[in-house]
């Protein structure tokens, strides 16, 4: 198996930039997907693959990946973007599990 | 429109069993794999199990295994996750997923809370 590690939590000023990262071994392999979780709602993808996002996706969402970390930036945060935010990735054993990171919660100040 | 919508949740006793549904709509059922996902209360997201669309393979996370079975019924638009052996932490939300690209979650339902408490 493999783990994803994460930063608990993260702040950001309202209209700046913030970088939420997420670290393993599999990552060096295959690529993160990341998910925004908002309290009672189900997570929701936002970033997948070298950096694509689903429709209705703002695009001040973006992702990057180098060695064993991925990045999700939000370009101009807003208040809306005040959430929970994981990772996830498939597992770099070589079978068909997937991890999620522990996630991030993100506060838009 | 995709929508995923689970039941079966539902408060049941260490030791007992409990069967989860999800009902798929809005895309074609049989050409995905499908997945369970579960948070436990305060807590982060976990991967249960996959399954490829002819429900041919089946993959679970560690421990749930022997003790989970997911399985799916294509004609029915329906995947089903059957807890045996419930475990207090087995508490959680669980989600159906639609999976794509291996790890990629991008269609998810509301949850169905399942306690295992006495």
């Known amino acids: 198996s493999s783990e994803l590690t994460q930063d608990p939590a993260v702040s950001v000023a309202l209209g700046q930039t913030v970088r939420i990262t997420c670290q393993g071994d599999?990552?060096?392999?295959?690529?993160a997907s990341w998910y925004q979780q908002k309290p009672g709602q189900a997570p929701v993808l936002v970033i997948y693959?070298?950096?694509n996002r689903p429709s209705g996706i703002p695009d001040r969402f973006s992702g990057s990946s180098s060695g064993n970390t991925a990045s999700l930036t939000i370009t101009g945060a807003q208040a809306e973007d005040e959430a929970d935010y994981y990772c996830?990735?498939?597992?770099?054993?070589?079978?068909?599990?997937?991890?999620f990171g522990g996630g991030t919660k993100l506060t838009v100040l | 429109e995709v929508q995923l919508v689970e039941s079966g949740g539902g408060l049941v006793q260490p030791g007992g069993s409990l069967r989860l549904s999800c009902a798929a709509s809005g895309f074609t059922f049989s050409s995905y794999w499908m997945s369970w996902v579960r948070q436990a209360p305060g807590k982060g997201l976990e991967w249960v199990a996959n399954i490829k669309q002819d429900g041919s393979e089946k993959y679970y996370v560690d421990s749930v295994k022997g003790r989970f079975t997911i399985s799916r019924d294509n004609a029915k638009n329906s995947l089903y996750l059957q807890m045996n052996s419930l475990r207090a932490e087995d508490t959680a939300v669980y989600y159906c997923?639609?999976?794509?690209?291996?790890?990629?979650?991008?269609?998810w339902g509301q949850g169905t809370l399942v306690t295992v408490s006495s």
């Open positions: 996830n990735s498939r597992d770099s054993s070589g079978n068909h599990n997937v991890v």
């Open positions: 599999s990552l060096r392999s295959y690529y």
């Open positions: 693959g070298k950096n």
């Open positions: 997923a639609r999976l794509v690209l291996f790890n990629t979650f991008d269609y």
